[in-house]
């Protein structure tokens, strides 16, 4: 299997054992290391009568090359790092220790092409609407910046040039929160409504949990935890959170925002609202863990359907929410992201694919059958 982008500095070649593969290294390996991409650089050495000089090094141009080959029967076996993913193996341990190890990212041979630094993101208007626009939008652009919004948009624009998912999801999920929080100040939704009536309902809760089930828990946590006991410091910490109940939840700031903008009912069913806590999850996990987290009922190949429509979704909305609420934008592609995202906690589809049920050869086959017969009974 031929690895690119492995930064790996050997001048001579070598052959190296990592776990189960071995690294080839050739005599063009090495040459080949030359046509990596440089950052500038500064080193500290001595000139041809032993003074000490600085040199410095401009950054260079480079592109992908092939600088080993790693051997193996199979992929290695399962993943020593993700042991519980299915579908993810050995190999994919090793390229990602070699990225880690190098700072540079390492490519199998069959990922060069679809590089994501070098894909384009979708329009967020037409053409046609872009020639309509353009004149008139660069006074906009003065609002964009009263409201803050301009590192909302510098996130989606950079998002589809992140070289992987956690890191469009990144981008994504900053533009998103960007907005969201901007949209919920604005609009006052960072208190509940009815705030007299929520603070005295929080207060008798308190000190209900003050006077009866945290005394409890301080006895049980004492006894069953004996070696991790519950300090004052911890136990203050417990009653900070508790008396931190007249925020909402940023899940309920995140349903109150989408369905402002029509994206969510405002009396959603069950699995609608599971969807959205689904997209709250996902987006969770890559803020706050930089992964993906699984939903345990749905296997391995499902979550990272799912998980993949969040990630678009989710740069979507807050694209959806500069262009029609702050750019002053109207034109079809806001109606087709806006069906798009309606479609998804409706009824679990993006884009006609069901990425709860049908894997992507079942969709297209979809359709392709659908396509076919359509125009057949015509």
């Not at 590192?151 to 890191?167: K, Q, R, S, T």
């Not at 604005?186 to 009866?212: C, H, M, P």
């Not at 987290?293 to 391995?300: A, F, G, I, N, V």
């Amino acid at each position: 299997m031929k690895l690119y982008n492995f930064d790996h500095g050997f001048r001579k070649p070598q052959a190296i054992r990592v776990g189960p593969f071995t690294l080839r290294i050739t005599e063009q390996h090495c040459e080949n290391l030359s046509l990596l991409k440089r950052n500038r650089s500064f080193s500290e050495t001595y000139d041809e009568n032993l003074n000490p000089v600085l040199r410095r090094s401009s950054s260079t141009h480079g592109g992908f090359a092939e600088t080993t080959v790693a051997e193996c029967q199979g992929e290695g076996g399962r993943s020593e790092l993700f042991p519980n993913n299915t579908g993810v193996t050995a190999l994919f341990d090793l390229v990602l220790l070699l990225s880690f190890l190098t700072g540079r990212r390492v490519y199998l041979e069959n990922e060069i092409d679809g590089d994501h630094r070098l894909t384009p993101g979708e329009w967020a208007i037409e053409g046609h609407t872009l020639q309509r626009v353009l004149p008139h939008i660069w006074p906009r652009l003065q609002h964009l910046a009263a409201t803050g919004l301009g590192d909302a948009m510098y996130c989606i624009v950079f998002a589809p040039l992140a070289p992987e998912a956690i890191g469009r999801g990144a981008y994504a999920n900053a533009a998103l929160d960007t907005v969201c929080t901007y949209w919920a100040k604005v609009f006052g939704k960072t208190r509940y409504e009815n705030q007299s009536i929520v603070k005295k309902a929080r207060d008798k809760v308190v000190n209900a949990i003050d006077k009866s089930l945290l005394y409890q828990a301080r006895k049980l946590i004492t006894r069953v935890f004996p070696k991790e006991g519950a300090s004052e410091e911890e136990t203050a910490d417990i009653l900070a959170r508790l008396r931190g109940l007249s925020s909402p939840s940023a899940l309920q700031k995140m349903t109150w925002f989408l369905q402002a903008l029509d994206l969510f009912p405002l009396q959603p069913t069950e699995e609608e609202t599971s969807r959205l806590r689904r997209l709250n999850t996902v987006r969770n996990g890559i803020a706050h863990g930089g992964t993906i987290r699984s939903d345990q009922k749905l296997d391995h190949e499902v979550n990272l359907r799912v998980a993949g429509a969040i990630l678009i979704l989710t740069g979507l909305i807050a694209e959806y929410y500069l262009v029609r609420e702050i750019l002053k934008i109207d034109c079809a592609a806001l109606s087709r992201t806006k069906f798009d995202v309606q479609e998804f906690f409706k009824h679990g589809i993006f884009r006609r694919h069901q990425v709860f049920t049908e894997d992507f050869e079942q969709y297209v086959d979809r359709l392709e059958f659908e396509w076919i017969s359509g125009h057949a009974s015509q």
